[in-house]
């Protein structure tokens, strides 16, 4: 099932040859991951600043399929394939106008912010993610 979002390439996001700045992909990921914890009730600001989890990227791969514009409006899908302890695998997909622009992987993981380490999901985020997991 996935979760969807999307962003506009904006004129901050191109380089000289007026294409994303492949680092900005990144960026428009650590985006959609961010509304994706929104959209399951856990914004960036309720879990760094009142709970002190994270959710820092340990892993993350991807191929860059065709460039982006100014003005691309980018459509990104995050689809979770595994949740661990305190891990959770997942596909991403970035395209515009029905082009595949970037596909890959990452793993996110669930941080103690205070003492720096991994912690297992809280009950009630596993809850939340469980739904976007691919059904067999």
């Given at each position: 099932m996935g979760f969807r979002t999307t962003a506009q390439v904006r004129f901050a996001h191109i380089d000289a040859a007026a294409i994303v700045?492949?680092?900005r992909y990144f960026e428009f990921?650590?985006?959609a991951v961010e509304d994706w914890f929104a959209a399951m009730g856990h914004d960036f600001h309720g879990l760094h600043v009142r709970r002190r989890l994270g959710v820092p990227?340990?892993?993350l791969q991807c191929e860059?399929?065709?460039p982006s514009e100014l003005g691309d409006v980018l459509d990104i899908e995050i689809e979770p394939?595994?949740?661990g302890g305190s891990s959770c695998a997942y596909d991403f997909r970035m395209?515009?106008?029905g082009q595949q622009r970037l596909l890959g992987n990452g793993v996110?993981?669930?941080m103690d912010l205070s003492a720096r380490k991994s912690v297992p999901w809280p009950d009630?985020?596993?809850a939340a993610m469980a739904p976007y997991l691919p059904t067999a």
């Open positions: 700045f492949y680092p990921l650590n985006g990227t340990v892993s860059f399929q065709a394939r595994r949740i395209s515009s106008g996110l993981v669930c009630e985020m596993r």
